[in-house]
Antibody, heavy 116, light 110 residues
Framework: EVQLVESGGGLVQPGGSLRLSCAAS????????MSWVRQAPGKGLEWVAS????????YYVDSVKGRFTISRDDTKNSLYLQMNTLRAEDTAMYYC?????????WGQGTLVTVSS | QSALTQPPSASGSPGQSVTISCTGT?????????VSWYQQHPGKAPKFMIY???KRPSGVPDRFSGSKSGNTASLTVSGLQAEDEADYYC??????????FGGGTKLTVL
């Protein structure tokens, strides 16, 4: 059974940092593109970032470029999202998903709230 | 990159068919056959329903079908059932390693 379990969310002040993690199991993580997708409260889905199998290619939505970094550790079957210089508009549920331009499996999400 | 345009709501009675549209541009929907659809029930993670315009992942009922004409993609749900009531989102590859989602459509089963 495919499982994606996110962690690391919480309340952070504007300008602060947070690191999200996603533990994967039940599929070949090292052979999979992986992504982060977010959803602000009551709003729609927004693609955030994707990373290739070997980590050699990373892509971001314009609004997070230079602030967020996606990474992976295939020895731990884990995906990460380092989020710096957080803004109120980054407040959202962050989902880890398998895939690049379509997402076959999703985690249950971790909530990030940016507020003073 | 602008979001794809979906109607905010759609509805139908049990057993009927309903079609949800997703309108983009020639730079996204019209330019690539990488349109996907997701179903999301309240408080739950999205579920993968359609990929590459009209392909169904394993386990998705064949009541769900996808199509595309020009810059507009569509999701049709046939034989509506109560459990189909959910939010539906389309997405499309938008070139230059970007992905864009639609704003979502709330489907109500009357």
């Amino acid at each position: 059974e495919v499982q994606l379990v996110e962690s690391g969310g919480g309340l952070v002040q504007p300008g602060g940092s947070l690191r999200l993690s996603c533990a994967a199991s039940g599929f070949s993580f090292s052979n999979s593109w992986m992504s982060w997708v977010r959803q602000a409260p009551g709003k729609g889905l927004e693609w955030v970032a994707s990373i290739k199998q070997d980590g050699s290619e990373k892509y971001y939505v314009d609004s997070v470029k230079g602030r967020f970094t996606i990474s992976r550790d295939d020895t731990k079957n884990s995906l990460y999202l380092q989020m710096n210089t957080l803004r109120a508009e980054d407040t959202a549920m962050y989902y880890c998903a398998r895939g690049a331009w379509n997402f076959g499996y999703w985690g249950q999400g971790t909530l990030v709230t940016v507020s003073s | 990159q602008s979001a794809l345009t979906q109607p905010p709501s759609a509805s139908g009675s049990p057993g009927q068919s309903v079609t949800i549209s997703c309108t983009g541009t020639s730079s996204d929907v019209g330019g690539y056959n990488y349109v996907s659809w997701y179903q999301q029930h309240p408080g739950k993670a999205p579920k993968f329903m359609i990929y590459e315009v009209n392909k169904r992942p394993s386990g998705v009922p064949d009541r769900f079908s996808g199509s595309k004409s020009g810059n507009t993609a569509s999701l049709t749900v046939s034989g509506l059932q109560a459990e189909d009531e959910a939010d539906y989102y389309c997405s499309s590859y938008a070139g230059n390693n970007n992905l864009v989602f639609g704003g979502g459509t709330k489907l109500t089963v009357l």
